[in-house]
């Protein structure tokens, strides 16, 4: 939150020190009083491209990192299934991102699902590295002393590919909002990105800079609420970091 109020003081400043006029950078009084002044139309499109995100991230979330686990324990997986999901991550998503909505149409289906595939595959790689970065000698450590696969899974393998799988799932989640904004570009009549087109067709930028700020807060309150859901999961990373 300190380097955010410096970023905003260094705007203000700018703003006053090269008199720059209101329609090419507004000052951050005049974009802050717009937010309040249009609370109840940026409230309302920001729970759409919320739940854009939310939904997009969450389906992610429950397939890349099962998915990551069957490629990186199972060779057959890392020879059938890996390939074509490297070849669909080489497919730039943004320039066929209106096919989707030829396809699905304008609701929020569409945005959905490219969240879903732009965040895909970082979290889907973090979860490879991170259910194969087990030494193989603790592996054999644990089936010397009886150990079950559930009890070695769930006591050793998991744990250490947690902090490798947050990784990967804040770079997805930050990916998410860049997704959704870009899907609401392509076709929508709701949304963050639907308001910025129309600040941008009319000129106002004081709505755009608006909407940035709004952005920037889901950009952080993600980036934390990841950091907190680490942070409640991995106790042994506290002990280590208090």
Known sequence: ????????????????????PSYLLPSPQDTFARIVSDFPLLWENTGVTVSEIVVGLGITIVTAIPLGLMIALSR??????????????????????PLFVVWIGFGMESKILLTMLMTFFPLLVASISGFRILDDRMLYLTKSMG?????????????SALPVIFSGLKTSATLAATAALVAEFVGANTGLG????????TLDTTLIFAVLVV???IGIALNYLVELVEWLLTPWQRARDS
Do not use: N
Not at 5 to 15: F, H, R, T, Y
């Open 1 to 20: 939150m300190g380097v955010f109020a410096a970023i905003v003081a260094l705007w203000a400043g700018a703003v006053e020190a090269f008199d720059i």
């Open 76 to 97: 057959v997986a890392r020879q059938v299934v890996y390939p074509p999901v490297v070849f669909m991550q080489l497919v730039p998503k943004i320039a066929i991102a």
């Open 147 to 159: 150990a079950s696969r559930w009890q070695t899974f769930r006591y050793l393998r998991f744990p």
């Open 194 to 201: 639907y308001l910025l087109l129309q600040g941008t067709s």
């Open 215 to 217: 952005l920037t807060v």
